[in-house]
């Protein structure tokens, strides 16, 4: 990877058919979609993505498609998690081998790894792949937490270069910043401290709602880190919050995010089971949430 890693990261939804088949065809469309919106980078098989539903082979197809759709206009950093350090490793290698910026990694969930353990899991990691790394910390999904602390030991192996942030409290972006900014770029993960966390520093902002509304995921990092216009920001931000406070709070982010994209006119179909497609209501939440934000008003004739 030539350049360093910024802005607006999509975590791209996984496409499906009705049957649950992966629509590879909607994904590249997807993905030239949000593209031509201007964002930064792409990120497959994050918990967006239902990476965990994925088989091994389905994974890898993801990636290619995404390579593929890309077509080298910007980074792709491809979700490579799993519940072993051999599969870690195993996935990291696979993504790298198949033209991968990057790659992104969380704790191994369920296992619960103390803390040497995970150093020694991501030691592995390190030592086994030439692309840089990206941690996630996010221990609402994996029960493990990446105090800054930690992270800033792990920023002493060289792969490590990024964090994405997603416990959404802005003390742990400060403390990032302070103690490992020299060293790590660290990324947004909690959409409703994304503004704030911008104008803190942070260089960048993975997301899935931009899935949804990519433009203005783009236009707000432009306005918070490139033009440092924080009135323009702050209104467009405002405009967005009750939609992202919608999917923050809903404990339903990967299901309503793909609802989303079907009411602007991008379809993702339903997730995989056990996950359910949202309901009626739920549609008509985000409808209302929808319509705060200007990006979508040529879209105001929602699908069904």
Not at 88 to 95: D, K, L, M, T
Not at 223 to 229: F, I, P, S, W
Not at 282 to 298: C, M, V
Request: aromatic share 6%.
């Amino acid at each position: 990877m030539k350049a360093k890693l910024h802005g607006v990261l999509v975590a791209l939804v996984t496409p499906m058919k009705a049957n649950g088949d992966i629509d590879f065809a909607t994904l590249s469309a997807h993905i030239e979609a949000v593209v031509a919106a201007g964002v930064h980078g792409l990120i497959p098989l994050g918990s967006t993505g239902e990476f965990y539903a994925l088989s091994p082979q389905e994974r890898r197809e993801v990636i290619l498609a995404t390579l593929e759709a890309a077509a080298g206009r910007v980074p792709v950093v491809a979700g490579a998690n799993a519940g072993s350090t051999r599969d870690v490793v195993a996935f990291s290698r696979e993504a790298e081998e198949l033209g991968c910026d990057a790659v992104m990694l969380a704790p191994p969930y369920y296992s619960l790894p103390t803390p040497d353990e995970l150093h020694a899991h991501y030691q592995a990691v390190n030592g086994a792949i030439g692309v840089p790394i990206m941690l996630y910390n996010y221990p609402g999904r994996t029960g493990v937490d990446m105090t800054p602390e930690f992270i800033e030991r792990l920023c002493e192996l060289p792969r490590i270069r990024y964090v994405k942030e997603s416990t959404g409290e802005m003390g742990r972006i400060s403390t990032l910043l302070r103690r490992c900014g020299s060293r790590l770029g660290v990324f947004c993960g909690g959409d409703t401290v994304a503004f704030e966390s911008l104008a803190l520093g942070a260089i960048g902002w993975v997301g899935g709602v931009a899935n949804v509304v990519p433009r203005s995921h783009v236009e707000l990092y432009r306005l918070v880190a490139e033009k440092r216009d924080f009135a323009a920001a702050r209104k467009l931000y405002f405009q967005m919050l009750p939609l992202l406070n919608l999917m923050e709070g809903g404990g339903k982010y990967t299901q309503w995010v793909k609802a989303a994209c079907g009411l602007v006119g991008r379809p993702a179909g339903a997730p995989r089971g056990p996950l359910r497609a949202a309901t009626a209501a739920e549609l008509k939440e985000l409808k209302a949430a929808l319509s705060e934000i200007p990006e979508t008003r040529r879209v105001r004739q929602w699908s069904p």
